[in-house]
């Protein structure tokens, strides 16, 4: 199985100690950056959305390629075999990677998404993505879409291939510190979503979740500050969407 890293970073930041990693990996890679860089496999792209920016670097991926990974540059991998032999079964066409975040609202979050996606494929975590390279020209170019990692696993369950959600497979990354944070960050991937719900046909059941997310969401209060945000930020992201958000670029940095 022949892998092919496509690394999307918005500037240098991270950048050179993403180009260690993967030489230690031993795999081949492009970056698609949006700031110049004096280096041979970082390609610059203005930064339009990681949608663009996947669209742009798809072009370059080599022939011989059989499966793409998806990376954002500001991760650590761990135990990236165990995602990559998933796709010795011909009928698996995505497997994202499990992630991990050390502090912050999101520690309780991907807690309760996990759970969920032991189950059901709701969303998928596009800090590490590995599709088909054949399955990925399918579905290229990817609509814009604030959440093309989602879009991508439901095109890829519309093509009736399989995903795999690897927990063995996992990466670190930092992620919002506060719950006031949590609501921008959940306005921009819900909205993200529902766009990718529109453009999409993916199994009923996944459907069925978000149209019943807004009535469920309110349970959240249970878990206090943080639940209350991410209420907002859910509907606040459906509103955006109802309102007729189409785009695939987010301007808020909720990482502050």
Known sequence: MKPFFLVLARDEKYVDEKIEELKTLGVPYLIVCGRSLNHPNVLYRKPEG???????????????????????????????????????????????????????????????????????????????????????????????????????????LELKYKSVFCEECYTETERTKTAEKEEIYKRKTVTGIYQALAYTQPPYLIRLFYVLLPIACPLLLVLGKKGYFWIKGILLGLIDYLRGDRTGVWQSNYME
């Open 50 to 156: 990681k949608y663009d920016a996947i669209n742009f670097g798809a072009r370059f991926v080599p022939e011989y390629t059989d499966v793409v990974a998806l990376n954002d540059v500001d991760t650590k991998i761990n135990n990236f075999q165990a995602a990559l032999q998933h796709f010795k079964r011909k009928e698996v066409g995505l497997v994202f990677a499990r992630v991990s975040v050390k502090e912050g609202p999101q520690r309780l979050f991907y807690v309760i998404l996990d759970l969920i996606r032991r189950k059901l494929p709701i969303t998928a975590s596009g800090e590490l993505m590995l599709i088909r390279h054949d399955v990925l020209r399918k579905i290229l170019p990817i609509r814009p879409c604030k959440a093309e990692d989602s879009y991508m696993l439901f095109k890829v």
